[in-house]
T-cell receptor, first 113, second 111 residues
Framework: DTGVSQDPRHKITKRGQNVTFRCDPI?????LYWYRQTLGQGPEFLTY????????KSRLLSDRFSAERPKGSFSTLEIQRTEQGDSAMYLC???????????FGPGTRLTVL | KQEVTQIPAALSVPEGENLVLNCSFT??????LQWFRQDPGKGLTSLLL?????REQTSGRLNASLDKSSGRSTLYIAASQPGDSATYLC??????????FGTGTRLKVLA
């Protein structure tokens, strides 16, 4: 297993710009998750996919956020019209099987100026 | 609604000491519980997964226990080392696959 990878690792943007993050899960993991973590807090669930189907979205995921997982492989998370409150670490995880042990990527740190 | 609490929020111990980190959850109907380690500015590293039918799991110097009836899990670290310094997070899955995390315990092991 090569592990979960995320790109970019860091993103600095100006308020109002759109940003897109990518996550590549561990191969053959059918579930993929997005979480958001702010300083001093534990990660908060945003959304998850089973294969290509998006099965749950948190209320944290406003209309400015959209996630996709075409063909059930990699996933993208887009934030439109970024706000300073969107500054956070965005974490991706993947899992498979009944045990659902989740493996996390290194995260994308977003700073909105 | 599931809530997860970790106490203490921060802990400093001398090298070599055995220590226990605590995780409490409000809804005992859990599917599994996973402990993670997070170094500053990094992603999460999986330490141990305990499924609802299990009472404990061990990996090297780490031992995690689960008591669903009391809503508690503990992570025991034996013979702590400076390299163990990190934030430790517990996460609970209540059967919906998504995790609810605690706020973590920041551990510092002094050489």
């Amino acid at each position: 297993d090569t592990g979960v990878s995320q790109d970019p690792r860091h993103k600095i943007t100006k308020r109002g710009q759109n940003v897109t993050f990518r996550c590549d899960p561990i191969s053959e993991h059918n579930r993929l998750y997005w979480y958001r973590q702010t300083l001093g807090q534990g990660p908060e669930f945003l959304t998850y996919f089973q294969n290509e189907a998006q099965l749950e979205k948190s209320r944290l995921l406003s209309d400015r956020f959209s996630a996709e997982r075409p063909k059930g492989s990699f996933s993208t998370l887009e934030i439109q019209r970024t706000e300073q409150g969107d500054s956070a670490m965005y974490l991706c995880a993947s899992s498979k099987g009944s045990g659902n042990e989740q493996f996390f990527g290194p995260g994308t740190r977003l700073t909105v100026l | 609604k599931q809530e997860v609490t970790q106490i203490p929020a921060a802990l400093s111990v001398p090298e070599g000491e055995n220590l226990v980190l605590n995780c409490s959850f409000t809804d005992s109907a859990i599917y599994n519980l996973q402990w993670f380690r997070q170094d500053p500015g990094k992603g999460l590293t999986s330490l141990l997964l305990i499924q609802s039918s299990q009472r404990e799991q061990t990996s090297g110097r780490l031992n995690a226990s689960l008591d669903k009836s009391s809503g508690r899990s503990t992570l025991y670290i034996a013979a702590s080392q400076p390299g163990d310094s990190a934030t430790y997070l517990c996460a609970v899955d209540s059967g919906t696959y998504k995790y609810i995390f605690g706020t973590g315990t920041r551990l510092k092991v002094l050489a």
